[in-house]
């Protein structure tokens, strides 16, 4: 039975820790939860918001309608065979937990994202990546719930559109499936992506010649504690804007004035350029402004130094899209959902 409080505090519920109220909240437990909330939003008339780790989320206003904090949980292989596992978590288990016990198991595909806050639910929304890898690569089906009719569909990677930081559920879908269940195809032999920044050399650094799958998650985990600041300590949201894509052409023209932008090729026409490197160039690394600020090891990250307000979250990042548009003439834009 699902219980629907109303007008509820959900400042806990993200990791940004900024004030914000939901007009009715419930947290699922089941699909049968779920169903019951589909039913109630139709007799209400009121849409439904799905919040699952709150670790990618900005929340301005009081949200519409019927929150459902997702806390579906349950992990199963549905298939192995020599070569392969299918593993199925449901979309409540968080997906630092799911990496560990696919780590613990020693099954390949998902060591290179460890140590990401959120859900497996949200995992698939942005198509996560870190250090060279995003869940697309291992990602195999996904059953999501229709949040107007109940009805289950399964989605292939292909239905997913799943592009960087990008997939068709925060596009032409948005709002309209709950994501129930990501079924993963990991491997039981796999080359290991070592080539991304710092893994080599922190593997070296530790003796490591010939790492195990443990050894990549564990570096991982030290390499982020290093450079991200933990949400528990330091409320923020991850990387606040996606890094850039830009044409070659207009790359070339902008390496003239600063011959040190960093910059990786992704195709022949167009090259990725870290937003973190503009946001510090604009001189914002570090720096605070009242209750808000950019981490000092990490330009991307915004953090909340004492209970700011959406409001000033929302004049900082307009002052750096200004600064970084005024600098560069780039756009950026927000990795972060804002309701
Ligand atoms: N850089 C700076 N200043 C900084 C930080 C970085 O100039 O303060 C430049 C450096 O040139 C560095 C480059 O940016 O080489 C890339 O930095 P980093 O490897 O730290 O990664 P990122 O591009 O800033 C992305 C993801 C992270 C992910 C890391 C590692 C996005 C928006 N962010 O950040 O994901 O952990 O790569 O793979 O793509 C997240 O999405 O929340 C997240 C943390």
């Given at each position: 039975?699902?219980?629907?409080?109303?007008?509820?505090?959900?400042?806990?519920?993200?990791?940004?820790?900024?004030?914000?109220?939901?007009?009715?909240?419930?947290?699922?437990?089941?699909?049968?939860?779920?169903?019951?909330?589909?039913?109630?939003?139709?007799?209400?008339?009121?849409?439904?918001?799905?919040?699952?780790?709150?670790?990618?989320?900005?929340?301005?206003?009081?949200?519409?309608?019927?929150?459902?904090?997702?806390?579906?949980?349950?992990?199963?292989?549905?298939?192995k065979n020599?070569?392969?596992?299918?593993?199925?978590?449901?979309?409540?288990?968080?997906?630092?937990d799911f990496?560990?016990?696919?780590?613990?198991?020693?099954?390949?595909?998902?060591?290179?994202?460890?140590?990401?806050?959120?859900?497996?639910?949200?995992?698939?929304?942005?198509?996560?990546?870190?250090?060279?890898?995003?869940?697309?690569?291992?990602?195999?089906?996904?059953?999501?719930?229709?949040?107007?009719?109940?009805?289950?569909?399964?989605?292939?990677?292909?239905?997913?559109?799943?592009?960087?930081?990008?997939?068709?559920?925060?596009?032409?879908?948005?709002?309209?499936?709950?994501?129930?269940?990501?079924?993963?195809?990991?491997?039981?032999?796999?080359?290991?992506?070592?080539?991304?920044?710092?893994?080599?050399?922190?593997?070296?650094?530790?003796?490591?010649?010939?790492?195990s799958l443990?050894?990549?998650?564990?570096?991982?985990?030290?390499?982020?504690?290093?450079?991200?600041?933990?949400?528990?300590?330091?409320?923020?949201?991850?990387?606040?804007?996606?890094?850039?894509?830009?044409?070659?052409?207009?790359?070339?023209?902008?390496?003239?004035?600063?011959?040190?932008?960093?910059?990786?090729?992704?195709?022949?026409?167009?090259?990725?350029?870290?937003?973190?490197?503009?946001?510090?160039?604009?001189?914002?690394?570090?720096?605070?402004?009242?209750?808000?600020?950019?981490?000092?090891?990490?330009?991307?990250?915004?953090?909340?130094?004492?209970?700011?307000?959406?409001?000033?979250?929302?004049?900082?990042?307009?002052?750096?899209?200004?600064?970084?548009?005024?600098?560069?003439?780039?756009?950026?834009?927000?990795?972060?959902?804002?309701?």
């Amino acid at each position: 039975m699902l219980k629907i409080e109303k007008n509820k505090n959900i400042k806990a519920y993200t990791t940004l820790q900024l004030s914000a109220r939901a007009e009715f909240f419930a947290i699922l437990k089941s699909k049968e939860d779920l169903q019951e909330a589909i039913v109630w939003s139709k007799k209400n008339k009121k849409p439904l918001f799905i919040l699952g780790g709150g670790s990618n989320v900005l929340i301005s206003q009081t949200v519409k309608g019927l929150t459902l904090k997702n806390e579906i949980k349950g992990i199963k292989v549905v298939e192995k065979n020599k070569d392969y596992i299918l593993v199925e978590a449901k979309s409540g288990e968080l997906w630092g937990d799911f990496v560990d016990w696919s780590v613990r198991h020693n099954w390949h595909g998902l060591e290179n994202l460890s140590l990401i806050y959120g859900t497996v639910g949200a995992a698939p929304m942005q198509n996560i990546g870190a250090y060279g890898v995003e869940i697309k690569d291992s990602f195999y089906h996904l059953h999501a719930i229709d949040l107007k009719s109940g009805q289950e569909r399964i989605f292939s990677g292909p239905d997913c559109h799943f592009a960087y930081r990008e997939s068709i559920f925060k596009n032409k879908l948005k709002g309209k499936y709950f994501i129930y269940a990501v079924t993963f195809k990991l491997q039981k032999m796999a080359t290991l992506q070592l080539d991304y920044g710092a893994i080599r050399a922190h593997l070296l650094e530790r003796g490591i010649k010939k790492p195990s799958l443990k050894n990549v998650s564990a570096t991982i985990k030290i390499i982020r504690t290093e450079k991200l600041p933990n949400p528990v300590k330091m409320p923020n949201a991850g990387s606040f804007f996606k890094n850039l894509e830009i044409s070659t052409i207009k790359f070339k023209a902008l390496q003239k004035k600063y011959p040190d932008m960093p910059s990786w090729p992704i195709s022949k026409t167009k090259v990725k350029i870290p937003a973190a490197w503009l946001i510090e160039t604009a001189g914002f690394k570090g720096k605070k402004f009242g209750a808000v600020g950019m981490h000092k090891n990490q330009a991307l990250v915004l953090i909340n130094y004492r209970r700011a307000s959406a409001r000033q979250v929302l004049n900082l990042v307009k002052k750096i899209k200004q600064t970084v548009k005024k600098s560069f003439g780039l756009d950026l834009h927000e990795e972060v959902n804002i309701i």
